[in-house]
């Protein structure tokens, strides 16, 4: 595994895009993943960037620091305004300031 932050499924997969599925719309959906630190030291200040910028897409909850190999968890809610027949997609990524001993 390559050193850094690392978004993890509910199988502890690597992953770098999102399938948010299809949420009807006036209904809320949130979803939940771990955010692993593969950086080889603690991390401070951890930032949480989706690709897709929209007011649908509310990042909930995630780690303000990282020790190292440690998991935190990202909450992301979805709040479709409009009906679409595709689920939603879009990349996430993570970066933070990293301790250096």
Do not use: C
């Not at 909930?60 to 809610?77: F, H, Q, S, Y």
């Amino acid at each position: 595994m390559k050193a850094g932050l690392h978004f993890l499924d509910s199988e502890d997969n690597i992953i770098d895009e999102l399938d948010l599925g299809m949420v009807f719309v006036g209904d809320s959906r949130t979803y939940e993943y771990k955010l692993f630190n593969n950086t080889g030291t603690d991390v401070i200040r951890v930032d949480v960037w989706l690709e897709l910028q929209s007011e649908e897409l509310e990042i909930l909850e995630k780690p303000e620091k990282l020790a190292k190999d440690a998991t935190g968890i990202v909450k992301i809610k979805w709040t479709p305004s409009l009906k679409i027949k595709a689920g939603l997609h879009t990349k996430i990524s993570a970066k933070g300031i990293e301790v250096w001993s």
